[in-house]
Structures are given as C-alpha cells and as structure tokens.
C-alpha cells in the first residue's frame, strides 16, 4: 500500500525559506504511470495546489506561487521535495504531498493517496 | 476566490439525499478536464471520493455518485449518515493556469448532517 510522508520544520521565520520533503513508501516514484504533487491548505480555508513533478524532473507549478517555488525530485531516496521562498504569514498552512494519478502522459488526474499533512507556522 | 465555485454550505436530515455543486467555466470543466471529488473528515487529510467525474474508488460506498455536465459537475449524496458529515472538495484542471499542468479546486462545501 503506498504512503507518502512530510517532513520539515513546522516553524519557519517571515523572509525564509520554507523546506518541506515528502518520502514515498510501498511504491516506486520512477513510475512512468504517476506525477507527484503538493497542496496547501490554510488554517481554516481551501485546498491549493502549489505543484507537481515527474520522476523526470518537469515541473509544473501554481502561477501565483511560481516565482517563489521549486520543486524537486530525488529518485534514490524515492522522495520529492518543496521549497518556498520569502515566506510570509500567508504561507502558514497544513502542507500535504500526494500521488497524482493521471491517465495521459499530462499532469492532469486525481491525487490519492495522500500524505497525513504537516503544518508549518511562519512567525518570527 | 476559487476558480471552482461551490456552495459553502449544505445540510440534510439522517437519510435524505444532498447534492453539492461545482461550477467552473470553458476554460476547466467546460473545456472537458475531469471532475474529482475529496471529502475531508474534521482534523484529517483529504481522502478520494470520485475520480474522472463519476468513479468511485474502491471502499467507497455507492451512496456517493458523480456526475458532470457543460462547465458544472456534481456530488450527490444519498442515504445520509452522520458520518458523512465533513467538508467536501471538487477538483479539475484549467487550461489557463501553468500550461497543461494547472490543477485548480474548488472553495469547499461544508456538509451537516442534522
């Protein structure tokens, strides 16, 4: 059964860089079949998408966050991982990571599973 | 403002049917991008609850239907049960956002159960 797993710091100062990796287990992230996603979701509000990436490396990422965002993937320790920049208190949300499971060879399908989500607060 | 638009709310008595909307535009669902569905259990991550506007994973109990037509889709909800109570997500894809890669959700629906 796969599952995948966040993990980074929960507390990030205003200004910073916000590092999330999220670890895949029961199941290879090489495969050709999956895109791996991120979604946010703000204490109290809706879900967002942020991105989401091939085993390949192509990206594909929310244009409001663009400029802000990079996500990368790690074939060898099958995790991938978010990085986001200048943070401020609008960044603060329950981050999840999930498989996006797409029938074409486009980022376009649903996310399942998901991961438990992890909540990262920006405050000094 | 979600490029989905749900009603934020909804409610039905221990047994009655409930449907919640999604509505997008021609540049999403009306541009033929599948609709798929979340629900969302208080303090819990989203969970798959329809796929490709009207698949229901496995698990997941026939009470629950999908259906899409023009630029809206729906979730319907039949045989209510306390626990179904729980916020709902629809999701699709817009043609507008990031090139083909443009994942969009909707605000949420937060259903009652009375």
């Known amino acids: 059964q796969l599952q995948l797993q966040e993990s980074g710091p929960g507390l990030v100062k205003p200004s910073e860089t916000l590092s999330l990796t999220c670890t895949v287990s029961?199941?290879?992230?090489?495969?050709?079949?999956?895109?791996w996603g991120w979604i946010r979701q703000p204490p109290g509000k809706g879900l967002e998408w942020i991105g989401s990436?091939?085993?390949?490396?192509?990206?594909y990422y929310n244009p409001s966050l663009k400029s802000r965002v990079t996500i990368s993937v790690d074939t060898s320790k099958n995790q991938f991982s978010l990085k986001l920049s200048s943070v401020t208190a609008a960044d603060t949300a329950v981050y999840y990571c999930?498989?996006?499971?797409?029938?074409?060879?486009?980022?376009?399908?649903?996310?399942?599973?998901w991961g438990q989500g992890t909540l990262v607060t920006v405050s000094s | 403002q979600s490029v989905l638009t749900q009603p934020p709310s909804v409610s039905g008595a221990p047994g009655q049917r409930v449907t919640i909307s999604c509505t997008g535009s021609?540049?999403?669902?009306?541009?033929?991008?599948?609709v798929h569905w979340y629900q969302q259990l208080p303090g819990t991550a989203p969970k798959l609850l329809i796929y490709?506007?009207?698949n229901r994973p496995s698990g997941v109990p026939d009470r629950f239907s999908g259906s899409k037509s023009g630029t809206s889709a729906s979730l319907a909800i039949t045989g209510l049960q306390a626990e179904d109570e729980a916020d709902y997500y629809c999701?699709?894809?817009?043609?507008?956002?990031?090139?083909f890669g443009g994942g969009v959700f909707g605000g949420g629906t937060k259903l009652t159960v009375l």
């Open positions: 999930a498989r996006l499971v797409s029938l074409t060879l486009l980022p376009q399908g649903w996310f399942d599973p």
């Open positions: 021609s540049s999403n669902i009306g541009a033929g991008y599948d």
């Open positions: 990436i091939y085993y390949s490396g192509s990206t």
């Open positions: 029961g199941g290879s992230i090489s495969s050709s079949s999956y895109y």
């Open positions: 490709g506007n009207s």
């Open positions: 999701q699709s894809y817009d043609s507008s956002l990031s090139g």
